[in-house]
T-cell receptor
Framework: GAGVSQSPSNKVTEKGKDVELRCDPISGHTALYWYRQSLGQGLEFLIYFQGNSAPDKSGLPSDRFSAERTGGSVSTLTIQRTQQEDSAVYLC????????????????FGEGSRLTVL | GEDVEQSLFLSVREGDSSVINCTYTDSSSTYLYWYKQEPGAGLQLLTYIFSNMDMKQDQRLTVLLNKKDKHLSLRIADTQTGDSAIYFCAHDTAGGTSYGKLTFGQGTILTVHP
């Protein structure tokens, strides 16, 4: 498709279960981001992939969270042993980020995956 | 630090101007952005300003940047009910020649009353 695609759009799970959220970025975009949006908390940065560089994982809130990006394209965010405080909308974005004047670094966002942990 | 702060709520009447303010702490940004999020949707880029500019106008939108005070504002002229949304201020954090990751504010919920 033309935009960033995320799945599932909604996920309800029980506390303690593992979940996987998928992001399909825009073709050719080298940078991919995961953010978390909780009610009243704004956008919380989780992880950033840029090309073949080591990802910036500085935003991951605990070791229950991990993400990978296979072949420089699709990314999966995994949350193990989910807790109720993990309930949020998980947003993925991609961009043509790079060095020296390639566009403006604009992020293109997916519509998010809403996670509810019961 | 990389904090970006915005007021949480703004309410205006249709036809008035809206001004949304943002302050940030990182002075190394290359670009500063305003994103808009409509209900149930992802964020979309509304406008941006290069860090060596102090003003940018784009139709009903005016962005003002005060680098000395690290203050960014978005003015929407003739605000319409369709402008009701959450507005996020953001900046990149790498500076120099690369963009790095973007840091976002909490978002300002703009409500436009008829």
């Amino acid at each position: 498709g033309a935009g960033v695609s995320q799945s599932p759009s909604n996920k309800v799970t029980e506390k303690g279960k593992d979940v996987e959220l998928r992001c399909d970025p825009i073709s050719g975009h080298t940078a991919l981001y995961w953010y978390r949006q909780s009610l009243g908390q704004g956008l919380e940065f989780l992880i950033y992939f840029q090309g073949n560089s080591a990802p910036d994982k500085s935003g991951l809130p605990s070791d229950r969270f991990s993400a990978e990006r296979t072949g420089g394209s699709v990314s999966t965010l995994t949350i193990q042993r989910t807790q109720q405080e993990d309930s949020a909308v998980y947003l993925c974005a991609s961009s043509l980020a790079g060095t020296g004047g390639m566009g403006t670094g604009e992020l293109f966002f997916g519509e998010g995956s809403r996670l509810t942990v019961l | 630090g990389e904090d970006v702060e915005q007021s949480l709520f703004l309410s205006v009447r249709e036809g008035d101007s809206s001004v949304i303010n943002c302050t940030y702490t990182d002075s190394s940004s290359t670009y500063l952005y305003w994103y808009k999020q409509e209900p149930g949707a992802g964020l979309q880029l509304l406008t941006y300003i290069f860090s060596n500019m102090d003003m940018k106008q784009d139709q009903r939108l005016t962005v003002l940047l005060n680098k000395k005070d690290k203050h960014l504002s978005l003015r929407i002229a003739d605000t319409q009910t369709g402008d009701s949304a959450i507005y996020f201020c953001a900046h990149d954090t790498a500076g120099g020649t690369s963009y790095g990751k973007l840091t976002f504010g909490q978002g300002t919920i703009l409500t436009v009353h008829p």
